[in-house]
């Protein structure tokens, strides 16, 4: 399963998103990428979308 696209994500209305540890609110994806982005230095916002599998929850 591929995560969704990076500008997709910043342009999402949506509220929850679902990642592969389970359902989140978009302010909650975005708190967890910062804590990863500082923990991987060469790491890319997209590298986490695509590495937790964040998808829009129906």
Do not use: C
């Amino acid at each position: 399963m591929k995560g969704m696209d990076y500008k997709k994500f910043r342009e999402s209305t949506k509220e929850y998103f679902v990642t592969k540890e389970g359902k989140f609110t978009k302010k909650e994806v975005i708190q967890q990428m910062a804590e990863w982005l500082k923990q991987n230095e060469t790491g890319e916002p997209w590298d986490f979308l695509e590495e937790h599998q964040v998808k829009e929850a129906k």
